[in-house]
């Protein structure tokens, strides 16, 4: 894991309030209790879902570490995730494919293989049978092996345990703390697919429970090829206020224009997905917080005395944006905005709150008084969630530049590379 940057001088950590101890933060601490560890056991787990380009990342990386795990790891197979879990399924199995195909290279794992649906039931009932996770793997791989050279896939003989196994997984699950396929689980924490090696590698070698040094799998960022992303086209930045990945991502973003990259900006706010009548469920949101919590550790980011802006707090920040201001102004009241909602547990529905942001980005406070006294106004923040949309995306953070799109923090990376990767 890299060493955390320190914060933005703009973005001060001092005099907060128990900082990193808000009571939802202590909440979220003391939910990993012994009781939930032993629950879930000492055994490394990987959730797979047949179909999910991400889950076949993970396993391909489970076969190359199964032998580093002393204490083993099993394979549980799980279904389709819940529709209000996955609100926009056909963006997000697209964005999955492109995104998985994209990041194969990168950690030196076979490309995804897309699995049709009429031979889906077929693979679920053959890796339903497996009794270890070594057969599990090697039943995978073969079953992968057939559809990428165009053979179809015969059920097994025997006992159909299939409708059995998923719905135990699914439950196990739940009951542990998450709803996405591709997650590996480790005493009660959670690591999603391939963005979170780094806290299980530590958390792996905490318990001495992985043999060697080695990382589970470098990340190779020259590997990776952009070819449809146009440097000179602007870099579209889609955000909500309510969404703490968003903040992570605007911070990185202002750091790197700092440094002198990403010349041409274009930051666009938009309303929260659960004001646009996407559910975002209590299982999810709980994730959310645990997981950001430590990213931002990680990136040197003040995070955890949290006040959600949800409604009114948010409505009264999109309709005084500096929507007409240059981009790292945007930048900065997005920043700062963001740290009080998620740092600092400020109501930004009251005005002496929304004022100090407007004092510490060096705006004009009576301006925008004037502006919130005409009423509310989102029609800016209407307008980018349509070109949200249009983009082929539908959560935030998401990026834009030129034909190349992406989705979440995790990604900048990508938006920091060169238009082509090198010839493989």
Known sequence: MTAPTPPLRWLPTSGLPRSFKSRI??????????????????????YYEVGDPHSQLAAALARRIHARLPTGLDLR??????????????????FAARDAARLAPC?????????????????QARLAQAPDAATFLAVERDCLDALR??????????????AQVLQANAERRRRLGHYLPAMWQYRGEWFWALDRLDFLHARL?????????????????????????DPSAPLECWFSFRSPYSYLAVVELLRQREAGRHPTLQPRPVLPMIMRGLPVPAVKRLYIVR?????????????????????????????????????????RFAAIAMQSIWAEGLDLCRDANLASVFARCGLDWPTAQ????????????????EALFEAGLW?????????????????IWMLDRPAAGPSL
């Open 370 to 385: 004037r502006t919130l006294a005409q009423g509310i106004d989102t029609a800016r923040a209407e307008a980018n969630r």
């Open 25 to 46: 933060a202590e909440r979220v601490a003391r939910s990993r209790d012994p009781l939930a560890r032993l629950r879930a056991g000492r055994r490394l787990e990987l």
């Open 395 to 411: 959560g935030v953070p998401s990026f834009r530049q030129g034909a190349f799109t992406t989705w979440g923090q995790d990604r």
């Open 77 to 94: 197979l799980v279904p389709t995730p819940d529709a209000h879990t996955y609100p926009e399924e056909a963006k997000q199995r697209n």
């Open 107 to 123: 950690h030196d794992l076979p490309a995804p293989v897309p699995v049709p649906p009429a031979q889906r039931a077929a693979m």
């Open 205 to 229: 070698q905490a318990d001495a429970a992985l043999h060697g040094e080695d990382p589970l799998s470098p990340l190779d960022a020259r590997r990776l090829v952009t070819d449809d992303r």
């Open 149 to 162: 050279d165009g053979r179809p896939l015969a059920p097994p003989s025997g006992e159909d345990r299939t």
């Open 291 to 331: 997981d950001v919590h430590r990213c931002a550790a990680a990136q040197g980011i003040p995070f955890g005395r949290i006040h959600d802006p949800v409604g009114d707090g948010v409505l009264r920040v999109l309709t005084v944006y500096p929507y007409d201001a240059d981009p790292d102004t945007q930048l």
